[in-house]
């Protein structure tokens, strides 16, 4: 089985800065990650697959990147709207799944 | 646009078989993967399972003796079955469209499921 581990587990930023979120998997999943986005009392919902891939829709301040074992989530500047619990996951071991534990985004 | 829906009772006994259903709508359920996902209260995603519109089913290994997977592409729905229900079962569960190298598209709601007597 794939782990997958992320930091920090809690992120604090001020609206408009720049936060940066990172995601280990124990073995290579090459460019097979997705990153996920829950807001509180919601679904998550896909923001980036193929560690750098925006989903549709989402806005450009979300970025991905990395291999390998060592992925990041870039916001560029936060909105009220994006803080949120923030998942990665890895789907190069299909047909098997794992999630990272989640690192939540608040307010400092 | 597809959307997905949770359905099932929100209370189950330990012991007993935890049964859910998402409806499918906006969309074809054919020629796609979907899947179960749950969320105990405060804590992360474990995915449970997926079935392939022509039945073909994976779960996850720590679930896979006690969960079932089956859809009814003529209804647009897929289903989840749980049997041995105890209170580490209590979660939120979602269904969600899987696709291959892509992750987990399209979600339902959520259902919050307890098992509890």
């Known amino acids: 089985e794939i782990e997958m581990t992320q930091s920090p587990a809690t992120l604090s930023v001020s609206p408009g800065e720049r936060a940066t979120l990172s995601c280990r998997a124990s073995h290579s999943v090459a460019s097979n990650l997705a990153w996920y986005q829950q807001r509180p009392g919601q679904a998550p919902s896909l923001l980036i697959y193929?560690?750098?891939t925006r989903a549709t829709g989402i806005p450009a301040r979300f970025s991905g990147s990395g291999s390998g074992t060592e992925f990041t989530l870039t916001i560029s500047s936060l909105q009220s709207e994006d803080f949120a619990v923030y998942y990665c996951?890895?789907?190069?071991?299909?047909?098997?799944?794992?999630f990272g534990p989640g690192t939540k985004v608040d307010f400092k | 646009q597809v959307h997905l829906q949770e359905s099932g009772p929100g209370l189950v006994k330990p012991s007993e078989t935890l049964s859910l259903t998402c409806t499918v709508s906006g969309g074809s359920i054919s020629n796609y993967y979907w899947s179960w996902i749950r969320q105990p209260p405060g804590k992360g995603l474990e995915w449970i399972g997926y079935i392939y519109s022509s039945g073909s089913t994976i779960y996850n290994p720590s679930l896979k003796s006690r969960v079932t997977i089956s859809i009814d592409t003529s209804k647009n729905h897929f289903s989840l079955k749980l049997t041995s229900v105890t209170a580490a079962d209590t979660a939120v569960y979602y269904c969600?469209?899987?696709?291959?190298?892509?992750?987990?598209?399209?979600w339902g709601q959520g259902t919050l499921v307890i098992g509890s007597s």
């Open positions: 969600a469209r899987l696709r291959y190298n892509y992750g987990f598209d399209y």
């Open positions: 996951q890895q789907y190069h071991n299909w047909p098997l799944f794992t």
């Open positions: 193929g560690a750098s």
